[in-house]
């Protein structure tokens, strides 16, 4: 069974750029999570979709951030415009529910110089 | 609030040296606790779900175990391979929120 998937692996970008991740999380699973991840720290949630519904988007910071789920499948994160704080691991993940285990993808390794 | 620490930040064991990670948690009602083993450059890999105190899982050397306020991952005479962060994550019942510590860095030593 594949895994969660996530593109691009690595990014780096200029300060004041967009810039969008791509996640296609494990078939059947109605639950899909951006977390973003600092060096040394664990992952912090920032959006929560329920099939194509966003339930918990609470630390998701909307002036710059946005996110969709099209057809409660793929998923996409962007950021416009980037600031140099962007700098982390975004990590998209899965679970058939929300209260069952979730799957997390390899991760995209956003630098912004 | 809800809260996740873990101990220690990081640990260095010889191979075959058994030895203990800690997970303390404040929640206002578990529904979940999870730990995950995340690799350098790789994304958090799902070990355990403990539900309930006194719950034990195992798998190969390692060995989760639940109680009120805290979990522990056991880790019976690790390997090199066992070296790796070790994150616990914990959700609560009235937000569904997964809430992850910081994690401990396990070296192990042939």
């Known amino acids: 069974e594949a895994g969660v998937v996530q593109s691009p692996r690595y990014k780096i970008i200029e300060k004041k750029q967009p810039v969008a991740f791509w996640c296609n999380p494990i078939s059947g699973h109605n639950t899909l999570y951006w977390y973003r991840q600092n060096l040394g720290q664990g992952p912090e949630l920032l959006i929560r979709y329920e099939n194509e519904e966003a339930v918990d988007d609470s630390q998701l910071p909307k002036d710059r951030f946005s996110a969709e789920r099209l057809k409660g499948v793929d998923s996409t994160l962007k950021i416009q415009p980037a600031e140099l704080g962007d700098s982390a691991v975004y990590l998209c993940a899965s679970s058939t529910r929300v209260d069952t285990e979730a799957f997390f993808g390899q991760g995209t390794r956003l630098t912004v110089v | 609030e809800d809260q996740v620490t873990q101990s220690p930040e990081a640990l260095r064991l010889q191979e075959g040296e058994s030895s203990s990670l800690n997970c303390s948690y404040t929640?206002?009602?578990?529904?979940?606790l999870f730990w995950y083993r995340q690799d350098p450059g790789k994304g958090p890999e799902f070990l355990f779900t403990l539900y309930s105190a006194g719950e034990e899982k195992e798998k190969e050397r390692l060995k989760a175990t639940l109680t009120k306020k805290e979990s522990f991952l056991h880790i019976t005479a690790p390997k090199p391979e066992d070296s790796a962060t070790y994150l616990c994550?914990?959700?609560?019942?009235?937000?569904?929120?997964?809430?992850f510590g910081t994690g401990t860095r396990l070296q192990v030593f042939p």
């Open positions: 994550a914990v959700q609560a019942e009235n937000t569904d929120k997964l809430i």
């Open positions: 929640v206002s009602g578990l529904r979940g």
